[in-house]
């Protein structure tokens, strides 16, 4: 009876087991937060480093996990698949595109300056290009109005014709 006093009773066991299974999962989502803090850290930097590169954007990082860094709708920054590595991302209609990945953080600026400037370039032509070139002007064959013009009057006659049975009946 005194062995079955000195140890510990399944209830005991079962509490021990909870209370180490909580301990591990704090620290494994403590491990986490820092991982996601360090993460927003480098994209604020890296925004600020845009910020005086491209200074046009607006920018923002939603308090989302993973962080991310918006440049636009459709283009993106994630430290991703490290937490060392930003990943630049455009979204387009054939799904997601991985543009450039890399540790550099200067690579980075480059590349999304050069991004942007081509942006600018394609706006500034779209806003410029005279009305005319994004209009089609559809024209018409003399042979297609001509049968047109022949439709419309056979069908003409032929409810001439249905109306003048349907009278005399």
Known sequence: MASAESSPSRADQWIEALSAARARETAHFEARARVNDAKRLRL???????????????????STEPPYLWLDLVTSVVMEPEPGTYRLIEDGDSGRIVVLETADRSAMVDQIRQLMAHRAIAQE???????WTSQTIERYTAYALIVAWLTGFGVAALIFVAIGIYLKT
């Open 125 to 131: 032509r779209r806003i410029l290009a005279p009305a």
């Open 44 to 62: 604020q930097v890296l925004k600020e480093e845009l910020s005086a590169a491209v200074p046009p954007l607006d920018m923002t990082i939603p």
